[in-house]
């Protein structure tokens, strides 16, 4: 008899010229993709992201015309977090231009992505999409996405070499409760992590013009701040604005996988269950697309990375229904409860990591 291969690898028998399961599989990603295209979803919106575009440099422009009339004014911190909020805006239209969602041309998506995060945003878009794409490719995959890779927070415990003690203990624990207050340092990060790829020794497809668009940004948006600002207003304008902005994509970026289940890091799974099964939606109206920047639709992003933003709530109920059909998990909660899943997660993963070795029967009756 025949034999195919199942979704772990393992060889099954299979009866003449029957499908195995592994066909079936990857035929339903085809049989979802050819509705889609058919659909119409896929077209390009310039349209809507002109207007996105211009609006938001509109908004720039008068933040900035604020900022420089209300001068050396505690009031300046209003601007800060006005200013952290439209920067957040922005790099939300950067991702879109780096997935291919806005132009046909990808030369103009990466132009555009250049402009939008290297020169508006200050962030570097090498950086980020060599990252991003990674997890795209392997979400919630054990050593294979970047943003579950242990370091100062422990995202799993499945390849932890020690136990967390002492004072990384103590933090571990509580790691969930202190998630968000430590996105106040994310801003920060972004900006760091941009510059040491920039500078450093790495491949970066376009240096040139990222050090050049970087060193103009952020040059000249310090240069400002601290012209126009006594120096401890100007750190503490930074601070609202840098801290704001890391708690703002950390609130919309972390409730899409914290939480959701990990893929050990030799499965084999096709492309619609590993990016479907690890994703998590968050409904919640035109106001929660709008603060998250159609990142609610996490599981019609992932996939299909390159759909234009608007479409994505369109598509919606189209992977609803072809998921549920199929018995595929899919997962859809509001935005507080999300973020409540998040804390829940890390402060349980804290607490395994107090001893990452232990025996699972042993802690049931401990």
């Known amino acids: 008899m025949p034999s195919s291969t199942s979704p772990d690898g393992a060889a099954t028998p299979t009866a003449a010229g029957a499908v195995s399961v592994r066909e079936r599989q990857v035929s339903d990603f085809a049989e979802l993709s050819r509705a889609v295209h058919d659909s119409g979803l896929m077209r390009r919106r310039h349209a809507y992201y002109w207007v996105r575009f211009l609006v938001l440099t509109a908004l720039l422009a008068l933040t900035f015309a604020a900022f420089v009339v209300i001068g050396p004014s505690w009031w300046q911190l209003v601007i800060a977090a006005v200013l952290a909020v439209l920067l957040g805006q922005v790099m939300f239209l950067g991702h879109d231009a780096a997935h291919r969602q806005i132009f046909d041309s990808g030369r103009w998506n990466d132009w555009s992505s250049l402009v939008i995060a290297n020169l508006y945003a200050g962030m570097s878009y090498g950086w980020w999409q060599h990252k991003h794409s990674r997890h795209h490719a392997k979400p919630n995959q054990v050593g294979a996405d970047p943003d579950i890779a242990t370091g100062f927070l422990v995202f799993h415990t499945q390849e932890l070499r020690a136990a967390r003690t002492g004072v990384k203990g103590w933090f571990a624990r509580r790691q969930g409760w ?27 497809k376009r240096r040139p013009v990222e050090i050049a668009f970087m060193t103009l940004r952020v040059g000249g948006y310090l240069g400002v701040v601290f012209w126009l600002l006594p120096v401890g207003m100007a750190f503490a304008f930074l601070g609202v604005q840098l801290g704001l902005f890391g708690v703002y994509m950390g609130a919309v970026f972390a409730p899409n996988h914290k939480g959701m289940p990990l893929v050990p890091r030799d499965a084999r799974l096709d492309f619609l269950r590993r990016q479907v099964v690890a994703s998590r939606n968050v409904h919640g109206g035109p106001a929660t697309d709008l603060f998250m920047g159609g990142l609610n639709y996490q599981i019609e992003h992932h996939l299909f990375p390159s759909m234009p933003r608007p479409n994505l709530r369109r598509l919606q109920p189209t992977v609803r229904a072809f998921c549920a059909e199929r018995g595929i998990t899919y997962t859809e909660t509001s935005l507080p409860r999300s973020w409540g899943i998040v804390v829940r ?8 990591a107090r001893d990452p070795f232990q025996c699972p029967l042993v802690t049931q009756y401990r």
């Not at 996105?183 to 500078?199: A, P």
């Not at 997660?345 to 395994?352: D, E, I, M, R, T």
């Open 345 to 352: 997660h890390l402060n349980a993963v804290g607490l395994a």
């Open 178 to 204: 202190l998630f968000f207050p430590l996105l106040l340092l994310e801003g920060l990060n972004l900006h760091v992590s941009g510059v040491k790829t920039v500078f450093g020794r790495g491949t970066v």
